[in-house]
C-alpha cells in the first residue's frame, strides 16, 4: 500500500512542513470526507474554515494561509498548492487504464484507410475510407472516424466520438465520449418553396494538444474551415458554430456556445452557460462571466457579463439598482414633507 | 381492441362517476387531441376551461374541479388525477417492447467481463475487460461499459450510452441514450508552457434507482468519487461536473449545470437551464428556478430565482422596479410643480 | 483547376459586374481569409467596411451595397448574395462524399426488419427487428433505428443517431451525428416511497424535410405524440421535451429547450439558448430572442425577449432604467436645492 510522509510530500513539492514531519498518510481526499489518513488541501482564504474541520491528517496550503496547525494536524506549506497536491495525486493515483496498441477483430477498418504504428482501435469502432490515424493514437469502442478525416498521433478518441468527413485533429488531441465534429453548420435561407439549405461544404480543423468534453458539437464550415487553435480547451455539451475560430488557449466552459463566424482571440475565457453572438470578435484574453449573454464584440482583456453583456461596473449599477430606487424614494418623502411644511409655514 | 367504461376507470382509480357510468371509450388522448371515444384528463383549475372545449367522451378531474358534466360528457372524479390517469394509461398502452435474456452474435463482449444472470447485450454493444454487469440487466445496441466498470442488476442502457473505466452504477438504473458516465472532469492550470491537465482519476458512483436522460453527462472526479445518491432524477441534457454530490431523491430538469464540487442535499429542484456554481451548497429540499444562476449557496427549503439568484421577494421587487420608477417620476414632477407655486407665491 | 470570371459570376447569378469582367477567380473564401484568386462577398451595410479591408479579387454584393470598386477589385452586384453566393460555393463545392447503395458486412440489420431500394447501411449500424427503412436511405455507422421504428426514404441518418423503438420518420428527413429521437419523457410524481416514474409510452412523429442537429434529443410522448410537423429545422444540442407540438418551417437554434406540451405555431423562431416553458402556446411567425425564458404563451407574429420573456419596449424600458434613475437622482437634487433656497428666503 502506497504512502507519504510530511516530509516526503514537502520534498516532493518544495513545501515546508509545519507540525509532524514524521506523519504518514496513505492516501488523498477532498477536505470534507478526510481521514486522519488520508492528505488533503486547502488552496485559498476562502476555504481556510475548512482547516479548522477537516480531519485530514495532512493538509496541503497556499503560503497565504500559513498557520499553527490544529488538532495535532500537520500541514505542508507550498507555493502553488494546485500544482502541489496534483503530484501528490499522481503518486496515489491508480494504475492508469492502458489500451494496448492493436486493432481488435470487431472493429471495422476500411481497406483504403491509414493507420499509423501502434495505433489501438477498439471493438465496433469505424474508420471510413481514404482516413488517416496518426502513429499511438488510441480510437476506443463506437468511435467513427469519417471519409477522408485525418487525426494526428497520439490522440484519444473515447467511445462514441464522432468525427465527420474530411475534417481534421492535429496531434494529442482528445475528445471525450459523444463528441461530434463536423456535423453541418445550421444555415437555411426563405425561399419561394420554403427554407433552402445553405450547403455547408467546409470542414472542422483542431490544432494540437486541444481537448474537447463530452456531447460537445462543433460545426463544419459553409465553406473553408471552423478553427480550433493549438492548446483551446473545451469542456462538456459547449456547441461551436461554423466558420467559428477559437484563438489558442482559449477556455470555453460547459454549455456554453458560440455562433457562426464568431472570431475568439488567445487566451479567452467563456464561463459555462455563456453565448456569444455571431459575426462578432472577442479580443485576447477576454472573459465572458457565466450565463451571460455577449452581443457585440469585446476589446482584449475585456471582462463582460449580463445579459446584453456589459462591463462589471454597468452590471453592478444595474444589480443594485433597487437598493438606489429606495433610497431615492425616501429622499423624495422628505423633500415632500419640506414643502408641506413651506406651505403650511406662509 | 381494450375498452373501460366510467365504472370501470372510477374502480380502477377509486374515483366517483359523474354522468353516464356506462359510458366506455377505447383509448386515451390528449384534451386537446380527444375524441368522444377517448378518455383525457384535467388536472388542475389552470386548465379547468379545457373542460368546456375538450371532445373527450370521459375526462379524469380532481377533486376541486368537480362540477356537472357538459354536453353529455362524462366526469370521474379522483383525489389525484395524475396517479389515476397513470393506471387508465397502463391499461391502454401498447405492449412493452421487450428484449429478451442473451448476447447478440455482434456483441462485443471481453472474456473477462462478469455477465449476471438473464442479461440482454445488443447488437454492437461493447463490454470492456473486467466489467462487470449485474442480473437482468439489459444493455442495447451501440452501448459501451468501460474497463473495470460496475453495472448493477435490473438495470436498463440505451443505445449507444457510455460508462467509462471503474464507474459504478446501482440497481435499477436506467441510462438513456447517448449518455456519457465518466469522461474527465474539466481541470487545467496555467502553467509556464500554457495549460497543464489536472489528472482526473476519480470515479462516478451513481446509486439505486437512478434515471440519467438522454446525452446527458457525469464527469468522473478528480480524485474520490462523482456521486449521484438513489433516486435522483436527471433530465437530458444535463451536465454534473467533477466531484458533484446530488442527494436523495434530486431533480436535474434539462439543461441544466452543476458546477464542480457543488453539494446538492436531498429533494432539490433545479429546474430547466439553470446554473449552479462549483464549490457551493444547496441545501435539502430547495429549489431553483429555470434559467437561474446560483452563485452563492442556499439554505434547506430555500425558493432562488434570477441570475446572480436571489429570493423570491427580491425578485419580485427587481421585477417591478420599471413600474416603480414610473412612480417616482410621476412624484418628482408633482413636487417641482408645487415649488414652482411656491416661488410664485412669494 | 475550376475557376470562374466576374462576367460567368454574373450569368449565373443573374448580376452585375463592376470592374474588370474578365477578372478570374479559382475558389471561394471568406471576406477575412479572401486572396486576390478567391471570390468573397459581403450581404449588408454592417459589414460594408471589410470591402475596404478584404484582399478578395472578385466580391459579391447587395444592391443596396452599390458602389465603386476599390483597388482593382471587381464586384458582382446581385439582388440577393446570400443565395447568389450559395450558388458559387456549388460551384467550387470539393466531390460531395457519396454512400452508395449496400449493407455493410459490419452492419447488423434483423431479419424481420424491412429495407427500401437502394438503401446504405454503414459498419455497426444496428437496425432492430420489425424496422422500417425507407429507399434510397443512408444509415451511416454505429447509427441505430429501434425495434419497429419507422425511417422515410431519402433520409440521411448520421453516425450515432438513435432512433427509438416506434418512433417514425418522414422522407428527406436529415439527423446529424448522435441525435437522439425517442428518448423517454421525464415524468416522475411524488409516492408514498418516493418518486414514481410516469409511463411514457407514446413517440415521437417526425414529418417530411425536416432537419435535426447534433446531439439534440426529442422524447417521446407520455402517451400520444410529441409532433416535429414538416420542414422543421432544428440546430445542435436542442431538447424538445414530451408532447410538444412544433409548427411547419418553425426554427430551433442551438441550445434552446421547450418544455412539455408547450404548442408551437407555423414559422416559429426561438433563438440560441432560450427557453419555452411547458403547456403554453406560441404563435405562428412569433420570435423569441436568444437566451430569454418564455413563461406564457404569445401570440403570432410576438417578438419576445429576456427572462421573464417580455416585448421589446417592455425589454428596452428595463434595459435603460439606470440611465433614467439617475436623471431622476439629478432632479431630486436640483428640488432639493430650490427648497433650501425657499427656506432660506424666509
New interface residues.
Partial sequence: MKSLSAAAIAEMVKGTVIGDAAKTCTG???V??AQDNTISFVGSKK?QHQLETTAAGIVLINKDLEKEPLNGRTFVVCDHV??AF?KV??F???EP?VYAPGI?P?A?VDPTAKLGKNVHI???A?I?RNAEVGDNTVI???A?I???AKVGSDCYI???A?V???CTLGNKV?L???V?IG??G?G??P?PQ??????Q?GIVEIGN?V?I???T?I?RA???KTRIKD?V?I???V?V?H?VEIGE?S?L???C?V?G?A?LGRGVIIA??A?V?G?ITIGDGAQVA??S?VVKSLPAGAIAMG??AEGQR?FM???T??K??EK??A??NE??A??EK??A??
Same sequence: chains 1, 2, 3.
Fill in positions: 488523498v481526499a477532498g470534507r470526507d476555504y494546485d500544482l496534483a495525486l499522481e496515489f493515483a491508480p487504464v481488435h470487431a471495422s477498439g471493438a465496433c469505424v471510413d476506443l469502442p463506437g467513427y469519417g471519409v477522408e473515447a467511445p462514441n464522432v465527420m468527413f474530411r482528445v471525450h465520449p459523444g461530434v456535423g453541418d445550421f437555411f435561407i425561399g420554403g427554407l433552402v439549405k445553405v450547403p461544404t494538444d481537448e468534453g463530452a456531447n458539437t460545426d459553409r465553406f473553408g492548446n480547451k469542456d462538456n455539451q456547441m458554430a466558420n488557449s477556455i466552459v460547459a454549455q456556445g455562433a463566424s472570431e459555462a452557460q453565448g453572438n459575426h457565466g450565463t449573454g445579459t446584453p454597468e449599477t444595474r444589480y439598482l433597487p438606489k430606487v431615492l424614494q429622499k423624495i423633500l415632500a419640506e414643502i413651506l406651505k409655514e406662509k
